[in-house]
C-alpha cells in the first residue's frame, strides 16, 4: 500500500478554518485518497474521499494537488467537537471485493481544538 | 442515520479462554470488516469478508481468529485461544461499497 505522510499534530481555534496536509508522493493513479477521523474513546468516523478533483460534503472539502501527490483536508469552521485524530488513506480503486477497501491506518494527525 | 452495532462493549476474559465479539452491521451492507487497536497504537486492519467469504486477512488474523456471518445479519469474531496481547478495542465496520466505510462503537477486549 502507497504510504502517506501527516504531521503529528496541529492547534487550531474555534471557529476558524484548519487545513490538515497530507504528502502522498507514491500515489499511484488507480488510488482513492481517503479521509477518516477518530474522536476519543470512538471508533474512526469517514470523513471525505476522492480521486482526482477536489470533493466537498457537509462535514469538510479535500483539496487534492494537480499531480495528486498531496492533498488537504479543509474544516471550514472548526469546533470543539472536531478534536480528534485525522487519517490520510490511500485506497486502491482495483478488484472488487473485500480486499479493495481494507483501510491502513497510520498515526494520523491530532487535531486540538481552542475556544 | 444507520449505525454499526457491537456487543459486548466490554468483555474481560482469562487467558486461554475463547471469546467471541458480535457485530450488526448495517443493513444491505455487502463488506465487512474486524480492525483492532491496542491502546494508544495505530488501528490495524484484521479481515474483510465479502460474498461469505474472508477476501483478505492480515498477519494479525492467525489460525486463532475465525469469522462468521451466522444469519444473514450478525457479523462474528472469534477468538480461540486468548492471549494476554490479545487485549485490545476490536471494531467491526460494514460498507454498501469500499470507498465508505461505517464503524461500530468497539468492544474492549481485556485478557487477564
Known amino acids: 500500500d502507497a504510504k502517506t505522510t501527516q504531521p503529528n499534530s496541529m492547534e487550531s481555534n474555534e471557529e476558524e478554518p484548519v487545513h490538515l496536509p497530507c504528502n502522498h508522493s507514491?500515489?499511484?493513479?488507480?488510488?482513492?485518497i481517503h479521509w477518516y477521523r477518530q474522536l476519543p474513546s470512538q471508533g474512526p468516523e469517514y470523513v471525505i474521499h476522492g480521486l482526482t478533483s477536489n470533493v466537498n460534503n457537509r462535514m469538510a472539502s479535500l483539496a487534492i494537488a494537480e499531480d495528486r501527490k498531496s492533498s488537504t483536508l479543509i474544516l471550514h469552521r472548526a469546533t470543539l467537537r472536531d478534536a480528534a485524530v485525522y487519517y490520510c488513506?490511500?485506497?486502491?480503486?482495483?478488484?472488487?471485493?473485500?480486499?479493495?477497501?481494507?483501510?491502513?491506518f497510520g498515526k494520523g494527525t491530532k487535531l486540538s481544538v481552542k475556544p | 442515520e444507520p449505525e454499526v452495532t457491537q456487543t459486548p462493549s466490554h468483555q474481560v476474559t482469562q487467558m486461554g479462554q475463547e471469546v467471541i465479539l458480535r457485530c450488526v452491521p448495517i443493513s444491505n451492507h455487502l463488506y465487512f470488516y474486524w480492525y483492532r487497536q491496542i491502546l494508544g497504537q495505530k488501528v490495524e486492519f484484521l479481515v474483510s469478508?465479502?460474498?461469505?467469504?474472508?477476501?483478505?486477512k492480515s498477519e494479525i488474523f492467525d489460525d486463532q481468529f475465525s469469522v462468521e456471518r451466522p444469519d444473514g445479519s450478525n457479523f462474528t469474531l472469534k477468538i480461540r485461544s486468548t492471549k494476554l496481547e490479545d487485549s485490545a478495542m476490536y471494531f467491526c465496520a460494514s460498507s454498501a461499497t469500499p470507498r465508505r466505510q461505517f464503524f461500530g462503537p468497539g468492544t474492549r477486549l481485556t485478557v487477564l
Open positions: 469478508f465479502y460474498n461469505n467469504e474472508i477476501s483478505e
Open positions: 488513506i490511500l485506497g486502491s480503486a482495483l478488484n472488487y471485493g473485500g480486499s479493495q477497501g481494507n483501510l491502513i
Open positions: 507514491t500515489i499511484s493513479g488507480t488510488d482513492y
